[in-house]
């Protein structure tokens, strides 16, 4: 607990995702007990607004997020006492805190606490959290009857307009618009957000497409003149496509270049029809939340008086800003909902592998896949990896986890995609059966899975069975972000054949191709 702790007071001024990803692996059910017990006794507002904030924050974590309301719901007067706090900043951390913890469960809680609340900016966090209570009738009601916003602050009564929307829109989502089927008016650039910049231009000119790298740092590949949309989802080693609307070289430019004549004219040109939802994303490491801010408002300013509607929270496009380095981006992404590639992962892990790094790398492996390959993954996890090697030729497919849990998920994937595999629990670092022409994995990392000092005891054992795992001529494909320490556990081992960088959430691992060394 003292360093859950001594943790989350040093990242208390951190953003909400780097806190999160400091606080998760330190996140054992028993730390996150104590803390919500440290705040039902704390006195102190500046513990209360980081135990709040902190526990917010972990709430987007399914697991965090069950255990958190186990706590909370042995301590039911907690969550009244947090909501009545004397501190106007707790109590809007725990407005956050419970939305995201179970709105529907607190919502009268809520209810009770906006229709008491004075002070304005606490006001849109309790309408936030009301808007997740997507079951429970008395949010509805309360939306329904309630009266007018009361004058104030300008910019607190634009909050609470916001939030008011939002919310409404999230109790109430319409009906998803799809790109249509059919090829669009004028052909347009099209930008694509890729684990790797240069496999998914290579994937893409192989269909047909004429495709390049546009910024590789950022993992943006560009496909020019695009007649039709949805044709790009054939590649598969990219996350999401949009279409390029302009560059610019400042901010500034980029949010006022979103002009309601530009916008409504692509939107036109690609659905038809202008009566849709949108929400705005201003995507870039170095942009503050006052210009992610002043940049929101800009472009819902300008879009104000056209057919489009601003739904954060239900909508059928993005209208993105991305930043790279000095240039920036303005990007139209459509739905996730248009996007059925990867149709077939019902379920998924901690960690898991995202289905287009998957296919990336098995664009690396593609030119050793056989069809006498027999292929191991010995780290399935859900089976995504495996799942996107079997699209290749193969003789056998099998996988394996020390997790049941994840073989149960793998196993149920495997049945989605129609995919045959051998699914089995076993640890990788003991002896295995039999031998095999392919090894694939997707190691831990040490973040959310493991940690450093565990992958250290790990790595070493595995790699010394990977030897007696592999059939003679036979390769291993691992990916993985603890990079030095895979290579320095290599070293005389193994002959590191080829190395492929990527960019995945946040981290930049790498594909390692690797054969056994005859005279280690």
Request: net charge positive.
């Amino acid at each position: 607990m003292h360093d859950f702790l001594t943790t989350l007071y040093a990242q208390k001024d951190a953003s909400p995702r780097a806190r999160r990803e400091a606080l998760l692996p330190l996140a054992k059910p028993a730390e996150l007990a104590r803390a919500v017990q440290a705040l039902s006794y704390s006195t102190s507002p500046e513990e209360q607004r980081a135990l709040t904030r902190a526990l917010s924050d972990l709430c987007v974590d399914a697991a965090c997020r069950g255990h958190i309301a186990h706590q909370f719901a042995l301590r039911p007067a907690l969550a009244g006492q947090l909501l009545a706090n004397p501190d106007a900043k707790v109590r809007k951390n725990a407005a956050e805190l419970l939305g995201r913890m179970d709105a529907d469960a607190y919502a009268d809680a809520l209810i009770a606490a906006y229709r008491a609340e004075e002070i304005d900016f606490v006001k849109p966090s309790l309408l936030l959290a009301l808007g997740s209570a997507h079951k429970n009738e008395a949010a509805r009601a309360f939306f329904a009857s309630l009266p007018p916003l009361e004058a104030g602050e300008a910019k607190h009564q634009r909050a609470q307009r916001d939030a008011l929307s939002k919310a409404q829109d999230s109790l109430s989502p319409r009906a998803f618009v799809p790109v249509p089927d059919a090829p669009m008016q004028k052909p347009r650039d099209l930008l694509l957000t890729c684990p790797n910049a240069r496999l998914a231009a290579e994937e893409l000119s192989s269909l047909g497409w004429d495709a390049r790298a546009f910024d590789a740092k950022s993992g943006l590949t560009l496909v020019k003149n695009a007649r039709a949309f949805l044709p790009v989802y054939r590649a598969r080693a990219f996350y999401e496509a949009g279409i390029l609307l302009f560059e610019s070289d400042s901010l500034f430019h980029a949010v006022h270049g979103l002009t309601q004549p530009l916008v409504c004219r692509n939107v036109k040109n690609l659905y038809g029809r202008l009566d849709l939802s949108y929400r705005l994303d201003v995507v870039g490491p170095t942009i503050t939340r006052d210009e992610r801010l002043r940049a929101y408002r800009a472009v819902q300013d300008a879009l104000a008086t056209s057919p489009l509607h601003n739904s954060p929270s239900s909508y059928d496009f993005t209208l993105s800003i991305l930043c790279l380095g000095r240039r920036f981006a303005a990007v139209l992404f459509p739905g996730s909902q248009n996007d059925t590639r990867f149709a077939y992962r019902k379920q998924a892990v901690s960690a898991s592998m995202h289905p287009a790094v998957a296919a990336a790398c098995c664009r690396v492996l593609a030119p050793y896949a056989q069809e006498n390959s027999r292929v191991l993954d010995c780290f399935c996890g859900a089976g995504t990896f495996l799942l996107e090697r079997a699209r290749l030729p193969h003789a056998s497919l099998a996988g394996s986890d020390i997790s049941p849990a994840a073989v149960r998920i793998a196993q149920a994937n495997a049945e989605a995609a129609g995919v045959s595999a051998d699914l089995f629990v076993k640890d990788a670092s003991h002896p295995f059966r039999h031998t095999y022409t392919e090894v694939i994995g997707n190691l831990p990392f040490g973040l959310r899975v493991s940690n450093h000092a565990g992958n250290e005891r790990l790595y070493a054992a595995f790699l010394q069975n990977l030897r007696h795992m592999l059939a003679p001529g036979g390769r291993a494909f691992l990916f993985t972000n603890e990079k030095k320490l895979l290579l320095s556990e290599i070293d005389g081992k193994f002959a590191l054949e080829g190395r492929v960088n990527f960019s995945a959430g946040g981290l930049y691992p790498a594909l390692f191709l690797l054969r056994p060394l005859a005279d280690a």
